[in-house]
């Protein structure tokens, strides 16, 4: 290699870094109940990120039954430290929480409290994280409340609420039976909103 080859080829080594990164997006939802309705949609939100160049990983149901964050007490269930640590190397979130007397379950709201982990990080709480918000309830007026209970909680957490959120009415046809999207009005949400998580951890990852 010649001295003036240096520089160029170190330029093409860093492009092809920069062109391998794939942002990790993580994803947690749903209920005690596998396949619920919010658990589905995160799903099908991470299936969205992994179209537009994500890698992903899934925290739902029994992943995210974790004891009650209690901050006085160290001890962490190995599933609790699994989902800190997903969330300590991530680059954007997908969070869907059904709507629970107007506003997040404690499951999903406990799971979000055990962020409080990542406090002294170099990164810390979520942030410079995009966060797709979705709230499944059956009926309008619980979606919109729990939307913005949800990125309330995300804007305390330093987190970054994509400008789309989902709110999903679980009374209207969502799902289809096998588990694909029903509705076209919602897939095209899922699409937009797995689209703006990944695009956001693109852009901040290029300002590092
Ligand atoms: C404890 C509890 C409280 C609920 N509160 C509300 C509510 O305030 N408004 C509403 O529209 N739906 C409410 N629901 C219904 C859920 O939000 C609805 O079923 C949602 O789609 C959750 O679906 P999933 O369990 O399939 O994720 C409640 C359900 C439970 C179990």
Redesign the pocket.
Known sequence: MTTSDAPTRAGAAATQEAEAWRPLVVGLG??T?AN????RAVRAVLAEARAAGAETEMFAADQIEFPMYAPERPARVPHATAFVEAVRRCDGLVVAS?????SLSGLVKNALDYVEDLRDDERPYLHGRAVGCVA????W???TTTLVALRAVVHALRGWPTPFGIAMN?AEPVFADDGSIASEAVAGQVRLLGQQVVEFANAFHATR
């Open positions: 749903g209920t109940r619920s309705s919010s658990e059904p709507g629970y007397h107007g499944c309830a059956y009926g007026q619980a979606t679980s």
